[in-house]
């Protein structure tokens, strides 16, 4: 099976169903978004949660309001009652993604932009530093992102947070594709996960970490407004109310 991911570009307007949609979202999400001051940031904040929402109704038989999230003690969501179906969300600039599996998954998207590199001391392992200095200048920036969402796409694959230090491991990225080769200290003999890089979106970086080793080829696209619209029919006349 393989494993889904999903795109939602945030627009200008979120439409008519906007309201109808928030007021469906648990009433942590609604007092969350509620605080940021930015629209796209509200926005934003709607945009992820309908997303999971929808995607899991789409497939399940149940109400809307039954659905519940929590976190793990690092702080990873999942929904309670239903610890075999996998997700993970992510987000930067214009754009929200959603993995979704029966395996453990993590994903980032990061919009690419000017960096001082020297960020990369602090966070990443002796042998990245090494390879970064190593790769010629104009493509530094684009191999600095690239590597940065998939070091933070297996911390989230791997659900323990911020405390699993981003130099704690080591990630490979050449013309073979993207392997861990190396944690703790010592190399990696049998990876027991997956990457995939997509690179649909100019001027973004996408890493997918995962268990299942079958990836889609691209991700799927869906209209934030037509996002909005199903999530109004598929959630029914139930409000989320935890």
């Not at 039954?66 to 214009?94: I, M």
């Not at 493509?139 to 796409?153: G, H, I, M, P, V």
């Amino acid at each position: 099976m393989l494993v889904g991911i999903y795109g939602v570009k945030i627009p200008k307007s979120p439409g008519t169903d906007y309201h109808e949609v928030l007021n469906r979202l648990s009433e942590e999400r609604r007092n969350r978004t509620l605080r940021f001051s930015r629209k796209d940031d509200r926005i934003r904040s709607v945009v992820a949660e309908a997303l999971i929402r929808t995607l899991f109704l789409r497939e399940h038989r149940v109400d809307n309001e039954s659905l519940r999230f929590t976190v793990n003690r690092y702080g990873k969501p999942f929904l309670v009652a239903y610890p075999d179906y996998h997700y993970n969300l992510s987000h930067s600039g214009d754009y929200v993604l959603c993995a979704v599996d029966q395996h453990p998954i993590g994903i980032d998207i990061e919009e690419i932009k000017p960096i001082d590199l020297t960020i990369a001391d602090r966070f990443f392992s002796g042998r990245e530093n090494k390879e970064i200095k190593e790769i010629p200048e104009d493509r530094r920036n684009d191999y600095f992102y690239q590597l940065w969402t998939a070091k933070e796409s297996y911390i989230k694959f791997r659900g323990k947070g911020l405390s699993m230090p981003l130099n704690s491991f080591s990630i490979r990225i050449d013309d073979n594709g993207i392997e861990l080769s190396e944690k703790d200290g010592f190399p990696v003999k049998e990876p027991d996960c997956y990457f995939k890089a997509f690179h649909l979106f100019p001027q973004y970086k996408v890493t997918l970490c995962s268990e299942n080793p079958n990836h889609p080829e691209e991700i799927q696209r869906i209209d934030c407004l037509e996002l909005f619209k199903e999530f109004v029919e598929v959630s029914g006349g139930n409000y989320a109310t935890r």
